[in-house]
């Protein structure tokens, strides 16, 4: 189980890379995933309203229980600690496809913060 840290600094890395990332790789994909669950296509704005479930963790949003988002495909680092040095702090030797799924504003709610 992740400490409460390490997830909220995973939700924070989702965002960091949802919302800076030039390619528009998945667009397509997104506009005709999301058009054929209804959502108008005037409504459908990447990098503004539709992000991965950890990227909505760290906007203060949680997707609803039962919710289908779009497959996306995207390219994750791969690191080797043998390769950590003073020229590659990282570790980083390359970067792997990885699918994962994004979702709509209008699949989400806001996270309520229970006081006791």
Known sequence: ???SAA???LAHDALTRATHS???MNYRSIFEGFVAKGISLDEIRPR????????????GRQVRKGEHGVQVLTWVPMTRKADIS????SG????RPKSTTVFHATQTDPIVEVTS
Not at 48 to 59: D, K
Not at 86 to 89: K, R
């Open 1 to 3: 189980m992740r400490s």
């Open 7 to 9: 997830a909220t600094a």
């Open 22 to 24: 030039p390619s528009m």
């Open 48 to 59: 503004e309203n539709v992000f991965t479930y950890h990227a909505w963790l760290a906007l």
């Open 86 to 89: 003073p020229e590659n702090p």
């Open 92 to 95: 980083t030797i390359g970067r």
